[in-house]
DNA sequence: TGTACATCAGTGAACGCGCGTTCACTGATGTAC
DNA sequence: TGTACATCAGTGAACGCGCGTTCACTGATGTAC
C-alpha cells in the first residue's frame, strides 16, 4: 500500500517540524502559524494539538532541530578546513555564517526570546551541542588570561554579531564589503603547542 | 485653561511614538499594537491613521527615535570616559551594551528586519548618526591594514554580538560571567600618536 | 471684535481576517484471546 | 486465522480573540474679511 490517503500519518511529528522549517525559510518568522504549517503537511489544522502541546511547543521543536543543522554545518565546514587551529576556527566561523546566512529565519528563531524561555530539555541538548564545537575549537588556542572562556565569549561574540548585522544588506557598514574575510576581524590569538 | 479633554490632543504624533516605547518595554515587540498604543495615549485606536500611514510607519517612527536614545547613551557614555582612545572605545561600549541591557525590545525593534526593509529618510538619518560615534571613536586608533573600516566592522560585531547573546541570561556561556569586564573581549589596537 | 467658512484631527461603529484552541466524532491500528 | 475491543491519531465545525483598516461623522482650530 503505497497511496498516502489513510487515516493516520504516521509520520507527522517530525513531518510538522520539517514544515515549520520551510515556511520560516519563505515567510519569516511572523508568518509561521499552526495553520499554514497543518496545511503544508496536508493535514487538518487541529491535527498538531496531538502531537504539541500548544505552538510554543513546536516552535521550541523547530528550535531544537535548527540548532542540530546549525551544528551540524559549523562541524562539516571546520572538518574540511586544513589542521593548523586558525583554520580550523575560520572553519567553524564560515558554518556559523553560512548557517545565518542560508537560514535566516531559523537563526533568528533559536536565539529569539520566546524560544529561550521556554525551558526543554532536548532544546536544551540541542544548544548545548553548538556551545560544546565552539568551546573545543578555542580550546585549541592558550587561554586568555581573563579565563578559559573568554576566548569563547569573544569568538562568539564577533562571529555572531558579524553574522546579525550583515544579515541585512541595508546595514551601512557593510555597504561593500559583502565578502569581508573573517581573517579581517579574527583576532590574533596563540595556538597551543602541545 | 489646562485641562486636557479637548476633542483635539495637540500632540499626539510624539505622545504615539512615546507610547510605543513604553509598551515595547513592557511587553516586548509582539505585544505592541496600534490599539494598545491609541488606548495608553487615552484616544480612540483610528487616531493614529492621521499621523502615520499605516502601523510599519510608526514602528518605523519609533525606531527611529531608538536610535537617538541609542546615539544618546554611547555619547554620553564614551563623553564620561578618561580622555584615552581606549577609555573612549570602553565608555562607547558600555553604552553600547547599557542600551540593549535597559532597552532591551527597543534594540531588538532598531535591527529587526521589518523595520530595516522599510526605506525612511529620517530613519536613515538616525541610524547613521549611531554608526558616526562608533566609526570616529573607532578612528581614534590606527588602522588595520585590512582597510579603514576594518576595525569598526571588527567592534561592532563584538559588541553587538556580545549584547545579543547576554541578553537573556539563558545563553550557557554566560552563566557565572553576569559582569563580564569589555577589557576582556576588546583586542588591543594601537591609539593613533598624532 | 465678529462672522463665515475651510481645514484639521479627532470619534466610534463596523468590517474582514487569521489565529490558537476546543470538542465530539470517527477511521485506523494494535493487541488479547 | 478470526473476532472483540481499547487506544491512537486524525477530521471538521465552531469559538472567541485581537488585530489593522475604513468610513461617515463632528467638534476644534485657524484664517479671511
Same mark, same amino acid.
Given at each position: 500500500?503505497?497511496?498516502?490517503?489513510?487515516?493516520?500519518?504516521?509520520?507527522?511529528?517530525?513531518?510538522?517540524?520539517?514544515?515549520?522549517?520551510?515556511?520560516?525559510?519563505?515567510?519569516?518568522?511572523?508568518?509561521?502559524?499552526?495553520?499554514?504549517?497543518?496545511?503544508?503537511?496536508?493535514?487538518?489544522?487541529?491535527?498538531?494539538?496531538?502531537?504539541?502541546? @500548544?505552538?510554543?511547543?513546536?516552535?521550541?521543536?523547530?528550535? *531544537?532541530?535548527?540548532? =542540530? &543543522? +546549525? %551544528?551540524?554545518?559549523?562541524?562539516?565546514?571546520?572538518?574540511?578546513?586544513?589542521?593548523?587551529?586558525?583554520?580550523?576556527?575560520?572553519?567553524?566561523?564560515? @558554518?556559523?555564517?553560512?548557517?545565518?546566512?542560508?537560514?535566516? *529565519?531559523?537563526?533568528? =528563531? &533559536? +536565539? %529569539?526570546?520566546?524560544?529561550?524561555?521556554?525551558?526543554?530539555?532536548?532544546?536544551?541538548?540541542?544548544?548545548?551541542?553548538?556551545?560544546?564545537?565552539?568551546?573545543?575549537?578555542?580550546?585549541?588556542?592558550?587561554?586568555?588570561?581573563?579565563?578559559?572562556?573568554?576566548?569563547?565569549?569573544?569568538?562568539?561574540?564577533?562571529?555572531?554579531?558579524?553574522?546579525?548585522?550583515?544579515?541585512?544588506?541595508?546595514?551601512?557598514?557593510?555597504?561593500?564589503?559583502?565578502?569581508?574575510?573573517?581573517?579581517?576581524?579574527?583576532?590574533?590569538?596563540?595556538?597551543?603547542?602541545?
Amino acid at each position: 500500500m503505497t497511496t498516502q490517503t489513510r487515516h493516520h500519518h504516521g509520520n507527522l511529528r517530525p513531518a510538522l517540524i520539517s514544515a515549520g522549517i520551510d515556511i520560516l525559510e519563505a515567510e519569516g518568522i511572523s508568518g509561521l502559524s499552526l495553520r499554514k504549517i497543518a496545511v503544508r503537511v496536508g493535514v487538518s489544522h487541529a491535527a498538531p494539538a496531538h502531537h504539541f502541546d @500548544g505552538k510554543i511547543a513546536l516552535l521550541v521543536a523547530i528550535a *531544537a532541530e535548527g540548532f =542540530l &543543522i +546549525f %551544528s551540524q554545518m559549523m562541524e562539516e565546514s571546520r572538518d574540511k578546513a586544513a589542521a593548523d587551529p586558525r583554520s580550523k576556527l575560520i572553519g567553524l566561523c564560515q @558554518g556559523y555564517l553560512g548557517f545565518a546566512a542560508q537560514h535566516e *529565519a531559523l537563526f533568528e =528563531l &533559536i +536565539f %529569539s526570546t520566546d524560544v529561550k524561555n521556554h525551558a526543554d530539555e532536548n532544546l536544551e541538548k540541542c544548544s548545548m551541542q553548538a556551545f560544546q564545537l565552539l568551546q573545543e575549537t578555542c580550546d585549541l588556542f592558550e587561554p586568555s588570561p581573563h579565563g578559559n572562556r573568554s576566548n569563547a565569549i569573544m569568538i562568539w561574540s564577533l562571529v555572531h554579531g558579524y553574522a546579525c548585522l550583515r544579515a541585512n544588506n541595508k546595514m551601512v557598514l557593510f555597504e561593500n564589503e559583502t565578502n569581508t574575510p573573517l581573517e579581517m576581524i579574527l583576532p590574533q590569538m596563540t595556538p597551543k603547542t602541545t
